[in-house]
């Protein structure tokens, strides 16, 4: 089984800060990460391997620096490791994103089938999700997002079954394989880097593609050229005025202080206890 897990390097968002002046995102100086949300679907990848055996693969597009990113998921037990970058990337949005990264996949494949592909649901630096889906459409694979627990994986059969996150409770879907799945947060719990391996990784030859190992066939795909998207603005969050209100509990049960809180927020939002009922009747 080969999987291909898509990462990416992000700016530790709790470090970020917003130009006053430009409206931009201010770098310097912020420490740059693997996207969380990445690391839950590589190590669901990793379980995979260690169940099943083959190889698990990561892969990244973006600036030079990106590398020690990957060298992070090789101390993990990813196999190997390849950086798409080149300056004609630069600029891009999840449109011109997602077709790189799938030219990469198909290049990928080329050396060795691919079976799945992996990636976050989103990350946290522009919180889209658009990449993973874009991906599949791009490369005519099954998708499965939002997916809280693999349930089976039939290499055979070429078949996988999953639990997906939806709006009033849990799906359960079994498709075939080739797939791309996104993973949800807490999904499972990342394994420790053994000293041997984070010594492996440090010493490990990133493979590094420029546009033309990477399979781009249209430049104009690529790149500012390719990405529609415009950002007029980057703001923080106003920071909210109302303070917080001290609710005494001295003489008063469990039942009276949540009686009293839910009257507070009834009085405050009117038209909540009437969507309320009229939920509660249907």
């Not at 973006?62 to 998921?73: H, T, V, Y």
């Not at 459409?137 to 055979?156: A, C, F, G, N």
Request: hydrophobic share 45%.
């Amino acid at each position: 089984m080969h999987i291909v897990v898509c990462i990416k390097q992000v700016p530790d968002s709790a470090q970020i800060r917003v130009h006053p002046v430009t409206n931009t995102i201010m770098r310097q100086g912020v420490p740059a990460i693997v996207n969380p949300y990445d690391l839950f679907s590589l190590e669901e990848a990793l379980r995979l391997k260690d169940r099943f055996g083959g190889r698990v693969t990561v892969l990244s597009m973006g600036p030079p620096q990106a590398e020690d990113a990957l060298r992070k998921c090789i101390s993990y037990g990813a196999d190997d490791a390849i950086l798409v970058t080149d300056r004609a990337f630069a600029g891009a949005d999840t449109l011109a994103t997602s077709y790189a990264l799938a030219s990469a996949i198909r290049q990928i494949g080329g050396e060795q089938a691919v079976d799945m592909v992996f990636a976050g649901k989103q990350t946290i630096d522009g919180d889209t999700a658009q990449v993973g889906p874009g991906i599949a459409k791009r490369m005519d694979l099954q998708l499965l997002t939002y997916v809280s627990r693999i349930v089976e994986v039939d290499p055979v059969a070429r078949s996988i079954v999953v639990e997906r996150r939806a709006e009033g409770g849990v799906q359960v879907l079994k498709t075939a394989l080739p797939c791309l799945v996104t993973m949800l947060e807490n999904s499972n719990e990342l394994r420790f880097a053994t000293l041997p391996a984070m010594i492996h990784a440090a010493a490990y030859p990133v493979r590094k593609w420029d546009k033309t190992a990477a399979g781009i066939e249209d430049a104009g795909k690529i790149g500012l050229k390719g990405s529609p998207t415009v950002v007029s603005k980057v703001f923080g969050p106003t920071p909210r005025t109302d303070k917080a209100e001290m609710l005494s509990v001295e003489s008063a049960g469990p039942r009276d202080i949540a009686l009293n809180l839910v009257q507070m927020i009834f009085t405050r939002q009117p038209a909540l206890e009437a969507d309320l009922v009229a939920a509660a009747s249907t």
